[in-house]
C-alpha cells in the first residue's frame, strides 16, 4: 500500500514537472513574440514619424517654391504607406497568432481526462 502511494505520488510530481516545463517554454515562446511584435511597432511607428515629417517638409517646400517636389511627396505617401502596412500586418499577426499556453492548457485537460474515474 506504501510502494502503491509512493509511485502515485512520484507519478503526480513528475506530471506536473512535465506540464510545468511546458508552461516554463510557451511563457519563453510568448515574451519572444512579444519582443519581435515590439520590433515591429517601432519600426512602424519609425516608418508613420518619417511620413508625417517628410509630409509636412514637402508641404512647406511646395508651398514655397510651388515647383518639382513631387518626389518628396511621393517619398512621404510611401513612408506613411510602409507605416500602415506594418500596422497592418502587426495587427493580423496579432489576431492570428496562437493563443498563449494553449498546449499547456490542452495537456492539462487530458490529463484531467486520464485522472478521472471510470465509471
Known amino acids: 500500500m506504501l ?4 509511485r502515485m505520488t512520484s507519478s503526480i510530481v513528475g506530471l506536473l ?9 510557451e511563457l519563453q515562446e510568448e515574451k519572444l513574440r512579444a519582443i519581435s511584435l515590439l520590433l515591429w511597432l517601432c519600426v512602424a511607428v519609425i516608418l508613420a514619424a518619417a511620413g508625417i515629417m517628410v509630409a509636412i517638409a514637402a508641404l ?11 518626389g518628396l511627396i511621393g ?18 499577426r496579432i489576431l492570428r497568432g ?10 492539462i485537460g487530458k490529463d484531467l481526462e486520464c485522472l478521472r474515474p471510470r465509471q
Not at 510502494?3 to 509512493?6: E, M, T, V
Not at 514537472?17 to 517554454?25: D, K, P, V, Y
Not at 496562437?98 to 495537456?107: G, N
Open 3 to 6: 510502494d502503491s502511494a509512493r
Open 17 to 25: 514537472h512535465n506540464r510545468l516545463s511546458l508552461a516554463a517554454i
Open 60 to 70: 512647406a517646400l511646395f508651398l514655397w517654391e510651388r515647383a518639382g517636389y513631387g
Open 98 to 107: 496562437p493563443q498563449p499556453f494553449s498546449v499547456t492548457v490542452e495537456e
Open 75 to 92: 517619398l512621404a505617401l510611401a513612408a506613411s504607406g510602409g507605416g500602415v502596412v506594418v500596422v497592418w500586418l502587426l495587427r493580423r
